[in-house]
């Protein structure tokens, strides 16, 4: 089983910057991906940023240049570096994993979620 734990979701005023954690636990092999994604009320859950084990990174367009994925493989921990913050932005941020197992089975877990509200 993988768990997922993330934290950093605040109130931040427009233009402001805030950084998301998420740490990955459980019993699992190796990591392949993680990821970060949101859903803003009465939307869909959307893809914000993913970042592969060798370091590849994606971006939506509409955070790409404001936002920055990073990860820590000795702690299993991804971050999100959110700057130039909109109202737009406003949602519940969800972390996501893809890891293997043992046998080389993959598994896709994500975190509770943690609210951004962009708001003066």
């Known amino acids: 089983q993988v768990q997922l734990m993330e934290t950093g979701g605040a109130l931040v005023q427009p233009g402001g910057s805030l950084r998301l954690s998420c740490a990955v636990s459980g019993s699992f092999r190796g990591i392949n991906a993680m990821g970060w994604y949101r859903q803003a009320p009465g939307k869909q859950r959307d893809l914000v940023a993913t970042i592969t084990s060798n370091g590849i990174t994606n971006y939506a367009d509409s955070v790409r240049g404001r936002f920055a994925i990073s990860s820590a493989s000795a702690t299993n921990t991804v971050y999100l570096q959110m700057n130039s913050l909109k109202p737009e932005d406003t949602a519940v941020y969800y972390c996501?994993?893809?890891?293997?197992?043992?046998?080389?089975?993959?598994?896709?877990?994500w975190g509770q979620g943690t609210q951004v509200t962009v708001s003066s």
């Open positions: 996501n994993s893809e890891t293997v197992d043992r046998l080389l089975r993959r598994m896709i877990s």
